[in-house]
């Protein structure tokens, strides 16, 4: 068996956590696969990994007929090579692009189709990509449970495929040396958010929840990731928040490793995951989480974080507040700890493989 894996994750930026799967699965699959790029790879790309393409456009021009014969010997080339493969797994719902070869679609969440008034963008030709994949895979892998439930929800017809299979936990590494140079300067005590704030993540309620009475008076909020957008800027001004609210940036692993393990809680008030990844990324780095109260982040957490109704603000805010007790704190850091153990790439791997052997061609 040999794997052809579409690299739509590794040709952008954006699509961190995606990749980051890609990754960890790949490096532990027992069986030779390719990566087929369309593009050229974007940001760091796994050495030795084998690349089918890409094969770039034809050229334009009628007349450079050099130039169009190697383009057709390249293509001729491209096809052959996709067609050795016995698998095609689509990291994000891209076709491939030779007939024949089974396909296995991963589904890493169901947000367009649950919450497509949160886009800035119709998601309908998104939603029609993902269909068009769903009808023609052998077979569908859900990240979660709770988005298997959700794919038969829009599906029902697809549900024969599912098979779920969760990520792994032990990538992350929690060391518990802060970094010898970092780009902030640390206030101690802090609660802590990292990653995007797109409409769904819900940053905006978090924003509320530092105004709220029940928020400790000496807790600051420290954001990670991109930086703040005007209107993230006027809100945290409005409530004369500019000095209790600061970003960090985009952090490096180290400098994410020791703000995690120094921080009071990590809060996580998305209304909508496929999986929460960060719930165990905080879990392995010694961080109590305050966490949506949602199916998906139960699954995942287990009974390793304290859930509220992230849509009010207050009860961000208490629950925050529950945290700064050192015995609340270290219950949760130690069940944390063990819930992250029922997470390994191995474990992912070695479904993901039996999920390949069940429809190859050879």
């Known amino acids: ?61 009628r007349f450079n007929l050099p130039a169009r014969w190697k383009y057709r010997e390249r293509a001729k080339q491209w096809r052959k090579e996709i067609q050795s493969h016995s698998v095609f797994h689509t990291s994000y719902f891209r076709q491939c692009p030779i007939p024949g070869i089974p396909s296995v679609v991963v589904v890493h969440d169901m947000v367009c189709e649950v919450m497509p008034h949160l886009f800035a963008k119709d998601p309908s030709l998104e939603i029609s990509m993902k269909r068009e994949a769903f009808e023609k895979a052998d077979a569908i892998i859900a990240i979660s449970e709770n988005t298997k439930r959700d794919f038969h929800s829009f599906y029902p017809e697809f549900q024969n495929k599912v098979s779920v299979i969760p990520h792994g936990a032990d990538h992350f590494i929690d060391d518990g040396i802060r970094p010898q140079q970092t780009k902030f300067q640390i206030r101690e005590p802090f609660a802590l958010f990292v990653g995007d704030r797109v409409g769904y993540k819900n940053f905006h309620a978090l924003i509320d929840a530092v105004a709220e009475q029940s928020w400790p008076k000496d807790l600051d909020l420290w954001v990670a990731g991109p930086k703040f957008s005007p209107a993230e800027m006027a809100a945290i001004k409005y409530r004369g928040l500019s000095e209790r609210i600061q970003h960090v940036g985009l952090v490096n692993e180290a400098e994410l490793n020791w703000l995690y393990r120094h921080s009071t809680c990590f809060v996580f008030p998305s209304l909508f995951e496929g999986f929460g990844f960060p719930i165990l990324e905080a879990q392995v780095r010694h961080a109590p989480v305050v966490a949506n109260d949602m199916a998906v982040f139960h699954e995942v ?51 993901t493989k039996a999920v390949w052997e069940s429809v190859a061609r050879f």
Request: aromatic share 8%; net charge neutral; charged share 25%.
């Open 301 to 351: 957490g287990g009974d390793a974080f304290l859930p509220c109704d992230c849509r009010n603000p207050a009860l961000i805010a208490k629950a925050v507040s529950d945290l700064t007790h050192a015995g609340r704190r270290e219950s949760l850091i130690q069940a944390g700890l063990e819930n992250v153990k029922r997470y390994t790439w191995a474990e992912t791997a070695r479904k």
């Open 1 to 61: 068996m040999n794997v052809l894996v579409d690299g739509f994750v590794f040709e952008n930026t954006y699509q961190k956590g995606i990749r980051r799967y890609m990754e960890e699965l790949l490096r532990r699959v027992d069986v030779p696969f390719s990566i087929l790029l369309e593009n050229p790879a974007a940001g760091q790309f796994p050495e030795n990994w084998p690349v089918v393409g890409p094969l770039g456009p034809s050229p334009n021009s």
